[in-house]
């Protein structure tokens, strides 16, 4: 059963983002390919991504835009930007910088 609960705060937003660098989504196709890349070891509920993808687009990381989906349905698909591009690349390395002191915590505790 895929189960989300636990992630670090700001980890949402740093996966929407890395899905969103492979190409323009859909909000269910964003959830869709968060649970596929885990291998089903994380979902992500409405309540979460919206509200995630609301701040994404303030903050200029992401834009949407309406299209229709694979099935003729009017969807709204949200798009990288170059600024969520930068900013991607520093949640990456903030994210890296902290599992690998955690790691070094673990293993020598």
Avoid: C
Avoid at 3 to 11: A, E, H, K, V, Y
Avoid at 25 to 54: F, K, N, T, W
Avoid at 56 to 67: I, P, Q, Y
Avoid at 89 to 106: D, G, H, P, Q, T
Wanted: no cysteine; glycine share 8%; proline share 6%.
């Amino acid at each position: 059963m895929p189960r989300n609960d636990g992630l670090p705060p700001g980890t949402l937003a740093m996966l929407i983002l890395r899905i969103l660098a492979r190409g323009p989504l859909h909000g269910y196709g964003i959830a869709q390919r968060i649970r596929q890349l885990s291998s089903d070891a994380l979902s992500v509920e409405e309540g979460s991504l919206y509200p995630a993808l609301q701040k994404l687009l303030l903050k200029g990381w992401v834009k949407a835009e309406a299209t229709v989906s694979d099935t003729g349905r009017s969807v709204r698909a949200y798009r990288l930007t170059p600024a969520g591009r930068k900013q991607l690349e520093v949640e990456r390395a903030n994210y890296s910088r902290m599992a690998k002191a955690i790691a070094l915590l673990l293993e020598s505790a």
